[in-house]
């Protein structure tokens, strides 16, 4: 049995002209799926943040947004099209951002994990502070990282 094809990174800005497939990721996930008011999925951060874009066999599937939130690395905006999840993406996005993170010198990072998405960000040395709390609905819970050379990517465990 043959590994999967891994994903193409790209990363983008908001004038990009990739950038409609972003949208359309983010569109699908947390707007229809998750019943995400626009006006709370669209944000004054997307102008600042670099967007990554994933593609399997040419075909967008994921996406992952970053930017400098007072010197922590803010993470955010994570999704996957409902065809491609299982697939590797969410933890190349991970992978790549965290480099990038690493790259850029940062010194920690954050990110609003769904309390049903913790797991994916625990395996890669996140940790669950503060309270829980409400998001477009939704439960979440703030999870920090402090970063060493040593420590990005972070293994984790090989997907059957």
Not at 29 to 56: F, G, K, M, R, S
Not at 112 to 127: I, P, R, T, W
Not at 135 to 154: S, Y
Request: proline fraction near 8%.
């Amino acid at each position: 049995m043959s590994k999967p094809p891994a994903p193409e990174i790209l990363a983008l800005s908001l004038d990009s002209p990739l950038f409609p497939a972003v949208r359309a990721i983010r569109q699908k996930v947390y707007v229809e799926e998750q019943n995400c008011p626009p006006a709370e999925e669209w944000d004054n951060h997307d102008a600042a943040a670099t967007h990554l874009l994933a593609l399997l066999a040419g075909q967008a599937a994921g996406t992952l947004r970053y930017y400098d939130d007072a010197g922590w690395l803010h993470i955010g905006r994570l999704a996957v099209y409902p065809e491609f999840r299982g697939r590797g993406i969410a933890r190349a996005l991970l992978d790549y951002c965290l480099e990038a993170g690493r790259k850029a010198a940062f010194q920690r990072a954050f990110l609003n994990a769904q309390v049903d998405k913790m797991g994916l960000y625990q395996s890669y040395g996140f940790e669950a502070v503060g309270e829980e709390f409400m998001e477009a609905g939704i439960r979440h819970f703030r999870m920090e990282r402090v970063f060493t050379a040593a420590q990005i990517p972070m293994p984790h465990p090989a997907r059957p």
